[in-house]
């Protein structure tokens, strides 16, 4: 992942303020001024739509569940919960997937069958902000681990370790690359006053490119056999050449 450059949201408030013709002042977040109220206001959109538009890795957290038979099977999501990562979910005690999520269907399907004595996997279903769990009531000790996008995007000044779901005061920072954030402002404040928005926009789509190219690593290209590879553990490649019956 490339390095992110950052800054406080008094600092993107002013960037966006001297790009659209305003005098910037030296605490955007005590303005009486109504283009810094609405500024101010925007800004918490623009981080919440962002949080949602791509997976971007430093909104990305593990919740780990560890289920006792006196459990109901239907757990808490994090505060923070925006979205589960597809395909992260495993049981960790057994080495083995999660099964899910479940459609309204299989869950039904499986609480009408009583297939508890014959279930393999845990299987798991989101609903009405719980993370649900089959076999219900679960067995004592599944490890139950899974990966999420975080709703928090903004560093809290008064506590750095902590990060919180939207701008409180000027000297808080939006995690987001300021150039970003920036630019994704400008394009929301310039549709409020009715202004073009066609430039801000194409700016804005360039950076959100580059910045979704640089967010993760990519594959090793395979250009043949001997290239350098890391495959993952399989029945074929994995298997050693002796020592079975021992």
Same mark, same amino acid.
């Given at each position: 992942?490339?390095?992110?450059?950052?800054?406080?949201?008094?600092?993107?408030?002013?960037? /966006?303020?001297?790009?659209?013709?305003?005098?910037?002042?030296?605490?955007?977040?005590?303005?009486?001024?109504?283009?810094?109220?609405?500024?101010?206001? =925007?800004?918490?959109?623009?981080?919440?739509?962002?949080?949602?538009?791509?997976?971007?890795?430093?909104?990305?957290?593990?919740?780990?569940?560890?289920?006792?038979?006196?459990?109901?099977?239907?757990?808490?999501?994090?505060?923070?919960?925006?979205?589960?990562?597809?395909?992260?979910?495993?049981?960790?005690?057994?080495?083995?997937? @999660?099964?899910?999520?479940? %459609?309204?269907?299989?869950?039904?399907?499986?609480?009408?069958?009583? =297939?508890?004595?014959?279930?393999?996997?845990?299987?798991?279903?989101?609903?009405?902000?719980?993370?649900? #769990?089959?076999?219900?009531?679960?067995?004592?000790?599944?490890?139950?681990?899974?990966?999420?996008? %975080?709703?928090?995007?903004?560093?809290?000044?008064? !506590?750095?370790?902590?990060?919180?779901?939207?701008?409180? /005061?000027?000297?808080?920072?939006?995690?987001?690359?300021?150039?970003? #954030? %920036?630019?994704? @402002?400008?394009?929301?404040? @310039?549709?409020?006053?009715?202004?073009?928005?066609?430039?801000?926009?194409?700016?804005?789509?360039?950076?959100?490119?580059?910045?979704?190219?640089?967010?993760?690593?990519?594959?090793?290209?395979?250009?043949?056999?001997? %290239?350098?590879?890391?495959?993952? =553990? !399989?029945?074929?490649?994995?298997?050693?050449?002796?020592?079975?019956? =021992?």
């Amino acid at each position: 992942m490339a390095a992110t450059l950052r800054s406080s949201a008094n600092d993107i408030l002013n960037r /966006v303020a001297a790009e659209v013709g305003l005098d910037t002042v030296p605490d955007p977040y005590g303005s009486a001024q109504q283009e810094f109220k609405q500024m101010r206001f =925007l800004l918490d959109i623009a981080g919440e739509e962002l949080s949602q538009l791509y997976q971007w890795e430093f909104l990305n957290k593990e919740h780990q569940i560890t289920t006792l038979d006196t459990d109901s099977g239907d757990y808490d999501l994090p505060d923070d919960f925006l979205y589960m990562i597809n395909q992260t979910g495993w049981e960790r005690a057994e080495n083995v997937p @999660l099964y899910g999520p479940l %459609s309204a269907q299989d869950w039904t399907y499986l609480i009408g069958r009583d =297939l508890v004595s014959q279930t393999i996997y845990a299987s798991f279903r989101l609903k009405q902000d719980k993370f649900s #769990i089959f076999p219900q009531p679960p067995p004592n000790g599944l490890d139950i681990n899974f990966e999420y996008i %975080s709703s928090c995007w903004v560093i809290d000044s008064t !506590n750095p370790d902590n990060c919180i779901d939207k701008v409180k /005061v000027g000297a808080d920072t939006p995690m987001f690359d300021r150039t970003l #954030i %920036s630019r994704y @402002l400008k394009v929301k404040f @310039l549709e409020a006053k009715g202004l073009d928005t066609i430039k801000a926009q194409s700016d804005l789509n360039q950076m959100f490119s580059l910045l979704n190219s640089h967010d993760k690593g990519s594959e090793i290209l395979q250009a043949g056999a001997g %290239s350098r590879s890391y495959p993952y =553990l !399989n029945g074929i490649s994995s298997v050693g050449d002796s020592g079975y019956g =021992l």
